[in-house]
T-cell receptor, first 112, second 114 residues
Framework: QKEVEQNSGPLSVPEGAIASLNCTYSDRGSQSFFWYRQYSGKSPELIMS????GDKEDGRFTAQLNKASQYVSLLIRDSQPSDSATYLCAVLDIHNFNKFYFGSGTKLNVKP | EPEVTQTPSHQVTQMGQEVILRCVPISNHLYFYWYRQILGQKVEFLVSFYNNEISEKSEIFDDQFSVERPDGSNFTLKIRSTKLEDSAMYFC????????????FGSGTQLSVL
């Protein structure tokens, strides 16, 4: 059973702070990892993908991957109230490139 | 930006009734998916569809569920005899190719089974 685990939160940070969201996955051979943002009642929207160990930066977002620890994280710098959403971690099944596994998401609240 | 369109946005039905959820994929995308999300829970894979046939389905996708692409544009999910536990948000998602890992999600259909 492939699992993607996230702390459900809520994670509350003040506006302007760094928000740190974490995810662990069970399938050691996984290669492709994704962060989706989901506003309440809306569909998931892809914000970052990462494939190699280390950091990947895109604007205020930084994804970090550590395959040895089976750990993926998302940092949001200069958090804004508009960043308040649920962040879903997703992993592509290496045995079936057709399937993505999603975590249950971490709810982020950015307080003005 | 191209988008995946789903209809209806909300569907209320009585237990035991059949429902059909509709999706119009992005025009050049080849892979289609249905996911569901029970309130407060994970986005769960139901089924993937490629080249007019199911390529993968989950344990949730039992004989009560079916998918088809009847006219080359719409991609439908049918639930033959709905149960209370089918109440969820159903998302259609599409993907250009296996080499492109970006999933585009539709806005979802909220299904309520009474």
């Amino acid at each position: 059973q492939k699992e993607v685990e996230q702390n459900s939160g809520p994670l509350s940070v003040p506006e302007g702070a760094i928000a740190s969201l974490n995810c662990t996955y069970s399938d050691r051979g996984s290669q492709s990892f994704f962060w989706y943002r989901q506003y309440s009642g809306k569909s998931p929207e892809l914000i970052m993908s990462i494939y190699s160990n280390g950091d990947k930066e895109d604007g205020r977002f930084t994804a970090q991957l550590n395959k040895a620890s089976q750990y993926v994280s998302l940092l949001i710098r200069d958090s804004q109230p508009s960043d308040s959403a649920t962040y879903l971690c997703a992993v592509l099944d290496i045995h079936n490139f057709n399937k993505f596994y999603f975590g249950s998401g971490t709810k982020l609240n950015v307080k003005p | 930006e191209p988008e995946v369109t789903q209809t209806p946005s909300h569907q209320v039905t009585q237990m035991g009734q059949e429902v059909i959820l509709r999706c119009v994929p992005i025009s050049n995308h080849l892979y289609f998916y249905w996911y569901r999300q029970i309130l407060g829970q994970k986005v769960e894979f139901l089924v993937s569809f490629y080249n007019n046939e199911i390529s993968e389905k989950s344990e949730i996708f039992d004989d009560q569920f079916s998918v088809e692409r009847p006219d080359g544009s719409n991609f439908t999910l049918k639930i033959r005899s709905t149960k209370l536990e089918d109440s969820a948000m159903y998302f259609c998602a599409t993907r250009l190719s296996l080499g492109d890992e970006k999933l585009f999600f539709g806005s979802g259909t909220q299904l309520s089974v009474l």
